[in-house]
């Protein structure tokens, strides 16, 4: 069994770039694709785990789990990817006339 330190609880519990005073709409969209992504990599692991310790006649369901939730990361990484894309178009067409102006 694995435990968690009170400590590293409490450290994670605070501040995240979603919850932080300021934060745009944006910035909380993208704070919670991250986490969603996050989430959906710690189950597919905990389903590969679950999938190779499976006894032979829970295999078969168990990798049918596996592969749903393989699925369901890659969604979750491309809608992730699209939005860093996204983000860095942005910031290219932002720093472009700025970069102009301090030269």
Known sequence: MLFRHSRRQKLDAGVSPANLPGGDEAGR???RQ???WRRSEQ????LW???LAADPRDSEHCYRRYLQ???DEEHAAAELAQTIE??????ATHTGPQTMRAA
């Open 29 to 31: 969209w993208r704070s």
């Open 69 to 71: 939730a393989l699925a």
């Open 86 to 91: 996204d983000r860095g178009d942005q910031r």
């Open 34 to 36: 991250w986490r969603v």
């Open 49 to 51: 785990n679950e999938w």
């Open 43 to 46: 189950k597919l692991l905990r």
